[in-house]
């Protein structure tokens, strides 16, 4: 146990339940991310990435059974101290006038809900993994097929113009026409148009069993606990004790079953005090992992960020004003009168080329007379008047 959260009772809290559902895919963004980073000196790691999800669904799967059958805890759970405890709920019934009580008792995992665990906490995930591989696969191909055509009616099309030989286009035809390859192209199109109600359900479901357990309405924090009937609670310092114990009997009894020559026997415990200790010190080295993948992606987010911003330059100063011109019309020392007629401003519109605010009526008239500024007496047109929402 590495992490524990502070609380009262044994019923975990809503943000333990969370942090613990959200720990694998942490782990497996940070395994991927340290992959990635040696494949870029050694490519043959690249072939680890190209099967990602099998490789870390074996990982979790090697994971996952130990935590289960030394902890009774899978192993997110078992690094925030809590521990699986199967839920045995009876009615209990005081007299007919009152109401009934749901009294939970709380037992061990039986065996067969350690395997279900297994299969809701590796097999399940890795299925989901797997759809939504499948799902961008199609989605991207649809969209393609949307914007360029179907890739192989195009390169049919090109083959069959460039050699117009009945050899070809019946090879290509019969290729295309095969079962296997109508078979993938059903599942995918099956997949695609399933897909998105099945995710939408599983995450209508999941956030519904969320918001019940943060209401304490319910003691289940998803639907796979509810269907196995299991109870997620936290441990207590004798169970840590007894758990300690538990593992130190199972590998003893392994121990014991070793058969064979003295140095047979004493390669196999050499290998299992190697498979032990790697299986013990695998929670800190991940969660390490983790915390490595962290501080690099903000380090290295940070540093993009720096040489992505922009410099910053003060903002140009403002372009000085037009000067009047000596034949033209003076301005008249309030700023509210219009130039041209001396009166308060109406409808006020300003001249595009010197920025001079008048009446429209006056400058459309002036301009459309003499084709310039009354002011400035630049060359202006009827066109370059606009029309002012505000004025001062």
Request: charged share 20%; proline share 6%; aromatic share 10%.
């Amino acid at each position: 146990m590495l992490f524990q959260v502070g609380g009262q009772g044994t019923r975990p809290t809503f943000f333990e339940m969370s942090a613990a559902q959200q720990l694998p895919s942490s782990v497996r963004a940070a395994l991927t991310y340290s992959l990635g980073v040696f494949a870029l000196r050694r490519p043959f790691i690249h072939k680890i990435l190209d099967y990602e999800d099998e490789f870390f669904a074996l990982l979790m799967l090697v994971l996952e059974t130990h935590s289960l059958r030394t902890t009774d805890a899978s192993f997110s759970e078992s690094l925030y101290g809590l521990r699986r405890r199967g839920a045995k709920i009876k009615l209990k019934k005081s007299n007919l006038l009152t109401n009934s009580a749901d009294e939970v008792r709380h037992t061990g995992l039986r065996k067969r809900q350690k395997v279900l665990s297994v299969v809701f906490l590796v097999v399940l995930p890795y299925l989901k993994s797997k759809l939504q591989s499948t799902y961008n696969r199609e989605r991207e191909a649809n969209l393609q097929a949307s914007l360029w055509g179907d890739s192989d009616e195009r390169f049919d099309g090109d083959f069959i113009s460039a050699d117009n030989n009945s050899f070809g286009s019946r090879d290509v035809s019969n290729i295309e026409a095969s079962a296997r390859d109508r078979c993938i192209k059903r599942v995918r199109k099956i997949v695609g148009a399933c897909y998105p109600w099945l995710h939408a359900g599983n995450e209508g479901l999941s956030f519904a069993y969320q918001l019940l357990y943060l209401l304490d309405a319910t003691g289940f924090y998803s639907l796979g606990l509810h269907a196995l009937g299991i109870h997620v609670c936290r441990a207590t310092g004798q169970e840590l004790m007894d758990t300690s114990s538990r593992i130190s009997k199972i590998r003893s009894r392994e121990r014991e079953r070793l058969r064979g020559s003295p140095w047979l026997k004493a390669l196999q415990g050499g290998l299992l005090t190697c498979a032990y200790a790697v299986l013990d010190y695998a929670q800190t080295g991940l969660i390490a992992a983790v915390f490595f993948f962290k501080m690099m992606e903000w380090w290295y987010q940070s540093a993009e960020e720096r040489m992505s911003a922009p410099t910053i330059y003060p903002p140009p100063p403002p372009p000085p004003p037009p000067k009047v011109a000596k034949e033209g019309i003076p301005l008249p020392p309030d700023r509210t009168l219009c130039p041209l007629c001396l009166q308060k401003r109406a409808n006020p519109s300003v001249m595009a080329v010197s920025g001079f605010v008048f009446c429209y009526t006056c400058v459309f008239k002036y301009t459309n007379q003499y084709k310039r500024c009354p002011v400035t007496l630049m060359p202006a047109s009827v066109d370059q008047i606009r029309r002012l929402f505000h004025d001062v």
